[in-house]
């Protein structure tokens, strides 16, 4: 069953393509990137950065929260709420009359 399916991809791959051709690899790798779901891809980033940033917002850490969300999707959300709420910043002194 897998094998099958590998050589239904290598030849959607390699459809329209001169093997023997210079620019060979060029048709193939376009040939393997029209067959990306870039629209879904793009929409699960989108969700991913939104929790990353409500959670990190959640935990005081709004741009943490992004990049982790960026760098390892959902697993990010897990390092952001394992990550202990930055303490507050102490009032600064009074200025002088």
């Known amino acids: 069953m897998g094998e099958a399916r590998l050589d239904e991809w290598l030849s959607k791959a390699t459809q329209g393509v001169d093997l023997d051709a210079p620019d ?24 991913f950065l939104a929790v990353g940033a409500l959670l990190g917002w959640w935990r005081g850490r709004v741009w943490e929260g992004l990049v982790w969300a960026a760098v390892l999707g959902p697993i990010g959300w897990v390092v952001i709420l394992l990550r202990p709420r930055p303490k507050p910043r102490p009032e600064p002194p009074p200025l002088p009359r």
């Open 24 to 47: 060979a690899f060029w048709h193939i790798f376009g040939n393997l990137m029209a067959m990306v779901p870039w629209a879904a891809l793009f929409w699960w980033s989108v969700v």
